[in-house]
């Protein structure tokens, strides 16, 4: 697989760091293992860190929106965090910062959710 | 300047996503495109041959999807073809956020980032006869190498 998916759990927060390239193929097994995670019904946010994700198409952008309205249902918060310029472009071109702010560490992505 | 020109041809599989993009952009590395053109090149051969597996083929590994790929000069022209259930209405189905497949978590944005990314997009497609995608663009040379 393309791509390494590595999780922490921090209070209520699942912090999901991400490392090689998001398509169709790696976005479906995310999806998977994010949403065993948030049906324990123990986490009310997540946090993307993106800082070693090298490549996302829009099945990648699919798969965070998707995590997005999840989350926003549950009453929960997502942030991301540590964007490389060319996954920043296909977010920029979706729109996707009118709804998401994008954090330099993951530190700020954390405490942007605002949990004491 | 040269032409120079491949075809490749594989399986409706989603594992074949990033050979089919990692190929095209190793072809069109000879051109010594900057990092942000591959990386658009790359963007782009994975939205339509992801298309070509959800939409042409709704996922049946039978399909065959077909890529060539032509240099001429610092033109590249990259065709991604399917034999699969094609477009009722392209015009739309090019609008950003239209989908119909918005169960499977699919944002309409494919189209658009084909556009957005290549100097021309053209798209031909048949109901029940199959899809082409053709994707144009200009690199800049290089002119301390060449
Ligand atoms: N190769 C194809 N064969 C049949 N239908 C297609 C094909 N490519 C695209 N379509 C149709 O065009 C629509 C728009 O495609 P586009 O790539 O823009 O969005 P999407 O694939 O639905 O979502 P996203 O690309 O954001 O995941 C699709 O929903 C589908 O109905
Ligand atoms: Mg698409």
Redesign the interface.
């Known amino acids: 697989m393309?791509l390494q998916i590595s999780m922490e759990m921090e209070r209520n927060t699942l912090i999901i760091r991400l490392e090689g390239?998001l398509?169709?193929?790696t976005s479906?097994k995310v999806?998977d293992k994010i949403e065993a995670e948030v049906d324990k019904g123990i986490i009310n946010n997540l946090v993307f860190n993106l800082e070693k994700l090298s490549?996302m198409?829009?099945?990648g952008?699919?798969?965070m929106?998707?995590r997005y309205k999840k989350i926003r249902q549950l009453d929960g918060k997502m942030s991301i965090c540590s964007v490389q310029?060319?996954v920043y472009k296909?977010f920029e071109?979706?729109g996707m910062f009118k709804i998401l702010s994008v954090y330099d560490t993951e530190a700020d992505a954390i405490n942007a959710l605002g949990v004491a | 300047m040269s032409k120079n020109f491949m075809t490749l041809q594989f399986a409706a599989k989603?594992?074949n996503?990033?050979f089919a993009r990692v190929t095209v952009a190793a072809f069109i590395a000879q051109l010594d495109p900057t990092l942000?053109e591959i990386?658009d090149i790359?963007?782009v051969v994975?939205?339509a041959v992801?298309n070509a597996?959800?939409h042409g083929y709704e996922e049946d590994a039978n399909g065959i999807i077909t890529i060539s790929a032509v240099i001429d000069g610092a033109n590249i022209e990259i065709t991604i073809a399917d034999n699969g259930k094609g477009i009722e209405n392209v015009e739309e189905a090019m609008q950003p956020l239209y989908t119909t497949k918005p169960e499977?978590?699919?944002?309409g944005?494919?189209f658009?980032?084909m556009q957005?990314f290549m100097d021309e997009m053209n798209v031909e497609s048949k109901v029940g006869e199959g899809t082409k995608v053709t994707l144009r663009k200009k690199i800049t040379l290089n002119s301390m190498i060449s």
């Open positions: 393309s390239e398509d169709h193929h479906e999806r490549f198409d829009s099945s952008l699919g798969m929106l998707g310029s060319s296909i071109l979706s | 989603s594992e996503e990033s942000e990386h790359k963007t994975s939205e992801t597996v959800i499977l978590e699919r944002s944005m494919g658009t980032i957005n």
